[in-house]
């Protein structure tokens, strides 16, 4: 039992060990020898609490900080205890740098090659305490390809967080910024200096010189203290503008293809890909065919559609195409991913056409095509499918029949719906202009009987809602049926002085009904009226 507890042990130690790694990555691969560049190491070892060997740095960089950073990561639904070593390093010498493995407890983190260039030399005129540097990857460009600017803005002075620079904004070019500022530090002239460098991606739209125009930076400048508690708290306000950039724009070249759409990429690749297999389709299965078209130094939305040509026997079912942009080190990666179900008609064998795509390689300044070759389709018998039968000499005949079929139905149920329609007509005329409607709710019997039993009750409260109740179904209204009986008014008088007053828990309702019983019919001459004569405007 002791040996399984300390092989379950090993066991769980070695699952650890497989998981925990140590990381390291740089924030960019190539600097000049007066710059400085971010080195991360990170791991997921909560056991670990040394920090990592540095030492064998020290003959190859300047080391000017190291900070710890330890954070919480989700991933497949569970947290995860990070921990990030961010080191400050800035090269020795120039050309290819290596750094070294380095080493946390039993872990070491895999070499990473650096290209570090010479120092430039900077002039006098760039000593001021901001000032701002503009430059393109390429000083021509084919239209609508891709021209990487770099702005960088150097200052040697602290800067509070208040710092904006002016939008991009060009008329005559698509502009894409390429992922967030990055800053590190540079030493010009003796002079250390903080670098912020932003990126944008331009794909001019015209032929021609197109001038980059200035970009202007305000940031405000953190002034010294000089012993002073309150110093620190008041700068200078500072505007820099970028110099103006003209660049030159290459039309279409002329030996490109009219009809085919402008593709100006470095680089452009074509694949496809097949669930199942494409070799196992089945007559009735779909096969799904996936079609991706990738190019660096365009947008997703400058690649054109995949076209594929039909093929008897095959039905296409498309998707919508998937657009994905990718921000790489020299620039913008384009992809269009098309998705498409095949479904074969009939057993056999199927050629898919080639797929070609042209394109202009901007790199080797050269046409070039991308092409999938044809593919053979060999889609066999499915089994759950019935395949039709063959038809006999009559079977022209028997499709005529079939064919005609649906019509003679139709008809049928068309006459029979005509007969139907004349006949409840016919009936409809019999019936009288105007039916009497049965009259709903309660009658005036079982509205007298309420009546009754309310005022033999004695219950006053009762008595009223029955007495309006059988009122609103007489020809008059209960004010005109005591007008014109006195025993009925004077019993009125005494359910309404018990209904407001004291005296209501000793009413009588037996005069009242009296009252209703004997209430006399209406006399038909009170309602003598010439003809057409109109009604009182204000009636009684």
Same mark, same amino acid.
Not at 231 to 242: A, D, I, L, N
Not at 264 to 290: C, F, H, I, K, M
């Given at each position: 039992?002791?040996?399984?507890?300390?092989?379950?042990?090993?066991?769980?130690?070695?699952? +650890?060990?497989?998981?925990?790694?140590?990381?390291?990555?740089?924030?960019?691969?190539?600097?000049?020898?007066?710059?400085?560049?971010?080195?991360?190491?990170?791991?997921?070892?909560?056991?670990?609490?040394?920090?990592?060997?540095?030492?064998?740095?020290?003959?190859?960089?300047?080391?000017?900080?190291?900070?710890?950073?330890?954070?919480?990561?989700?991933?497949?639904?569970?947290?995860?205890?990070?921990?990030?070593?961010?080191?400050?390093?800035?090269?020795?010498?120039?050309?290819?740098?290596?750094?070294?493995?380095?080493?946390?407890?039993?872990?070491?983190?895999?070499?990473?090659?650096?290209?570090?260039?010479?120092?430039?030399?900077?002039?006098?005129?760039?000593?001021?305490?901001?000032?701002?540097?503009?430059?393109?990857?390429?000083?021509?460009?084919?239209?609508?390809?891709?021209?990487?600017?770099?702005?960088?803005?150097?200052?040697?002075?602290?800067?509070?967080?208040?710092?904006?620079?002016?939008?991009? $904004?060009?008329?005559?070019?698509?502009?894409?910024?390429?992922?967030?500022?990055?800053?590190?530090?540079?030493?010009?002239?003796?002079?250390?200096?903080?670098?912020?460098?932003?990126?944008?991606?331009?794909?001019?739209?015209?032929?021609?010189?197109?001038?980059?125009?200035? +970009?202007?930076?305000?940031?405000?400048?953190?002034?010294?203290?000089?012993?002073?508690?309150?110093?620190?708290?008041?700068?200078?306000?500072?505007?820099?503008?970028?110099?103006?950039?003209?660049?030159?724009?290459?039309?279409?070249?002329?030996?490109?293809?009219?009809?085919? /759409?402008?593709?100006?990429?470095?680089?452009?690749?074509?694949?496809?890909?097949?669930?199942?297999?494409? +070799?196992?389709?089945?007559?009735?299965?779909?096969?799904?065919?996936?079609?991706?078209?990738?190019?660096?130094?365009?947008?997703?939305?400058?690649?054109?559609?995949?076209?594929?040509?039909?093929?008897?026997?095959?039905?296409?079912?498309?998707?919508?195409?998937?657009?994905?942009?990718?921000?790489?080190?020299?620039?913008?990666?384009?992809?269009?991913?098309?998705?498409?179900?095949?479904?074969?008609?009939?057993?056999?064998?199927?050629?898919? /056409?080639?797929?070609?795509?042209?394109?202009?390689?901007?790199?080797?300044?050269?046409?070039?095509?991308?092409?999938?070759?044809?593919?053979?389709?060999?889609?066999?018998?499915?089994?759950?499918? $019935?395949?039709?039968?063959?038809?006999?000499?009559?079977?022209?005949?028997?499709?005529?029949?079939?064919?005609?079929?649906?019509?003679?139905?139709?008809?049928?149920?068309?006459?029979?719906?005509?007969?139907?329609?004349?006949?409840?007509?016919?009936?409809?005329?019999?019936?009288?202009?105007?039916?009497?409607?049965? $009259?709903?709710?309660?009658?005036?019997?079982?509205?007298?009987?309420?009546?009754?039993?309310?005022?033999?009750?004695?219950?006053?409260?009762?008595?009223?809602?029955?007495?309006?109740?059988?009122?609103?179904?007489?020809?008059?209204?209960?004010?005109?049926?005591?007008?014109?009986?006195?025993?009925?008014?004077?019993?009125?008088?005494?359910?309404?002085?018990?209904?407001?007053?004291?005296?209501? +828990?000793?009413?009588?309702?037996?005069?009242?009904?009296?009252?209703?019983?004997?209430?006399?019919?209406?006399? /038909?001459?009170?309602?003598?009226?010439?003809?057409?004569?109109?009604? /009182?405007?204000?009636?009684?």
């Amino acid at each position: 039992m002791m040996r399984l507890m300390t092989l379950v042990f090993l066991l769980l130690l070695a699952c +650890q060990a497989s998981a925990s790694i140590l990381v390291a990555r740089v924030d960019r691969t190539q600097l000049s020898l007066d710059e400085t560049v971010e080195l991360t190491l990170e791991t997921n070892d909560v056991t670990v609490f040394s920090k990592p060997d540095l030492q064998p740095l020290d003959n190859l960089f300047k080391v000017f900080g190291t900070r710890q950073v330890n954070q919480l990561s989700g991933a497949n639904g569970e947290a995860r205890a990070i921990t990030q070593w961010l080191i400050t390093l800035q090269p020795r010498q120039a050309g290819y740098v290596v750094i070294p493995p380095l080493q946390l407890g039993d872990w070491s983190s895999e070499p990473i090659t650096l290209h570090v260039s010479e120092s430039s030399a900077e002039g006098s005129d760039k000593l001021a305490p901001i000032f701002i540097d503009a430059s393109l990857d390429q000083d021509s460009v084919y239209v609508q390809a891709q021209v990487v600017l770099t702005l960088r803005i150097y200052h040697s002075v602290s800067l509070y967080d208040d710092s904006t620079l002016s939008p991009l $904004q060009m008329s005559d070019a698509l502009v894409e910024r390429l992922g967030e500022p990055r800053t590190y530090e540079k030493d010009i002239n003796g002079i250390r200096h903080g670098v912020i460098e932003i990126r944008y991606a331009l794909f001019p739209q015209k032929s021609g010189t197109l001038t980059i125009p200035a +970009q202007l930076f305000s940031a405000t400048t953190v002034a010294p203290s000089n012993g002073d508690y309150y110093g620190s708290r008041f700068g200078r306000s500072m505007q820099v503008k970028s110099p103006t950039i003209p660049l030159l724009v290459k039309p279409k070249p002329a030996e490109y293809p009219a009809d085919a /759409p402008w593709l100006p990429a470095s680089n452009l690749t074509l694949v496809e890909a097949w669930s199942p297999d494409p +070799q196992d389709a089945e007559l009735g299965e779909a096969l799904t065919r996936s079609l991706l078209l990738k190019a660096e130094g365009l947008t997703s939305t400058q690649l054109p559609p995949i076209e594929s040509p039909q093929v008897t026997g095959l039905r296409r079912y498309s998707d919508q195409p998937s657009l994905n942009n990718e921000v790489t080190d020299n620039g913008v990666s384009g992809s269009r991913e098309q998705r498409e179900a095949l479904v074969a008609a009939r057993a056999g064998d199927l050629l898919l /056409p080639a797929v070609e795509l042209v394109w202009w390689n901007t790199t080797e300044d050269r046409l070039e095509r991308s092409t999938l070759p044809e593919r053979a389709l060999h889609v066999a018998e499915n089994p759950d499918i $019935q395949q039709p039968t063959i038809e006999s000499p009559d079977a022209p005949q028997s499709r005529d029949q079939a064919r005609l079929w649906p019509w003679q139905l139709s008809s049928a149920v068309l006459a029979l719906s005509t007969l139907l329609g004349f006949g409840l007509w016919l009936r409809a005329r019999s019936q009288p202009a105007v039916i009497r409607t049965v $009259q709903s709710g309660p009658t005036p019997r079982s509205l007298l009987d309420d009546l009754k039993r309310a005022c033999l009750a004695n219950d006053t409260q009762a008595t009223r809602h029955a007495l309006d109740a059988w009122a609103r179904q007489q020809p008059e209204t209960l004010a005109d049926m005591a007008a014109r009986f006195v025993p009925l008014s004077d019993a009125l008088d005494g359910l309404n002085g018990a209904l407001y007053s004291e005296t209501g +828990q000793r009413w009588q309702g037996e005069a009242l009904w009296q009252a209703i019983q004997n209430l006399p019919t209406a006399q /038909p001459a009170s309602v003598e009226q010439e003809t057409g004569a109109l009604p /009182p405007l204000y009636p009684r």
